[in-house]
């Protein structure tokens, strides 16, 4: 029997986990999770699919005095950086970090299963789980990448609230209501956000970095590289920002070394996992947050030969639940692929 523990219980990542754990009976779903937080929700029940759990206050010693399986870190990098190497229990345990802690230290494995699970090494305790804007890219890209090597990529991310978690979605809903009762009044003042998010969009997510960029536009840039064994990829990231709830979408132009066309890119992406082709434009179908919202699957679509980089470039749009494959169900992901390998 498989065990598990969530640290991190009560967020939105950490409630998701135990949701792609039920739902994906195959490897975890019949032993409920153990579930860990900070001490100010210790003793409170939560109601899950596997029944009313009880959340304990982490505390490390007890942790790994149950010797799980696997530990699905939803926390903050800072609390990563402190625990998680301790969490492994001298080996016993493999830990699957939500945060950007150990996501660009060259040791730690960074990994989409679909697309790198064979950078996981059979002594490897610690992996880092990509960030959301990173993993719902590299779903469509990894397999342009593969046939035709991408060589430039220049994204625009419109990502949903539910990146700053449960209380991000809850700023927008309450910004929203509160805007709808007097059109004239004032936007509620940001808390989660830099600006007020209900009818807005902010081009700045995380931290400005010296080049100009915003940390969550070079997370893309690195750990795409990381993830593709791709050192030299040129990648240009703007991100921002709007009132959406919880799927992130980005719009990409991609340069190839390869001559590429649209049927070879419709033909590829269909047929690669994770991924669902909603590419009928004239019709209206296309990836919207709307549709990927609580999906497993990537949409990917507008699909086009680009106008500037010609026959070495297409535009594409994708759309996915940035807590499914952003975070949640890529982590619980990981670790049926690595349970799956000891079979
Ligand atoms: C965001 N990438 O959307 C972050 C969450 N991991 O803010």
């Not at 991190?8 to 792609?20: L, Q």
């Not at 032993?31 to 959340?55: C, E, F, H, N, Q």
């Not at 402190?82 to 150990?102: C, H, Q, Y």
């Not at 340069?255 to 590429?260: A, E, F």
Request: with cysteine.
């Amino acid at each position: 029997m498989v065990t598990c523990a969530i640290i991190g219980a009560t967020g939105a990542v950490g409630m998701e986990v135990a949701k792609c754990m039920h739902s994906r009976q195959s490897t975890f779903g019949p032993t409920a999770p153990a579930l860990y937080a900070s001490p100010r929700s210790a003793g409170k029940v939560m109601s899950t699919l596997y029944g009313d759990l009880t959340i304990a206050a982490f505390d490390v010693d007890l942790v790994n005095s149950s010797s799980y399986d696997y530990i699905f870190l939803a926390v903050s990098g800072s609390f990563s950086l402190e625990w998680a190497e301790k969490l492994t229990n001298g080996g016993k345990t493999v830990v699957i970090d939500n945060s950007s802690a150990f996501r660009y230290h060259d040791s730690i494995p960074l990994v989409v299963p679909e697309i790198n699970l064979a950078a996981i090494g059979p002594d490897d305790k610690l992996i880092a789980n990509p960030n959301c804007t990173t993993a719902i890219a590299a779903m469509a890209l990894h397999p342009i990448h593969a046939k035709y090597t991408i060589e430039t990529l220049i994204v625009s991310s419109y990502q949903a609230t539910s990146g700053a978690g449960e209380p991000g979605m809850q700023e927008l809903l309450e910004g929203t209501r509160k805007q709808l009762e007097d059109l004239a009044a004032p936007p509620q003042p940001a808390k989660m956000f830099s600006h007020p998010i209900a009818f807005n969009c902010i081009p700045c997510i995380d931290k400005l970095q010296d080049n100009g960029y915003t940390k969550e536009e070079m997370k893309v840039a690195w750990e795409t590289r990381k993830i593709f064994c791709a050192p030299d990829m040129k990648v240009s990231v703007t991100a921002v920002r709007i009132p959406t709830l919880r799927a992130h979408s980005e719009a990409i132009s991609i340069q190839t070394k390869d001559v590429i066309d649209v049927a070879g890119v419709k033909e590829v992406l269909a047929t690669a996992k994770g991924l669902v082709v909603k590419d009928d434009t004239a019709n209206d179908v296309y990836p919207m947050p709307l549709t990927s919202s609580g999906a497993d699957n990537v949409e990917v679509g507008r699909i086009r030969q680009s106008l500037v980089f010609g026959d070495r470039g297409v535009e594409i749009f994708v759309c996915g639940d940035q807590l499914l494959r952003g975070a949640a169900l890529n982590a619980v992901l990981i670790a049926e692929a690595m349970e799956g390998r000891k079979a």
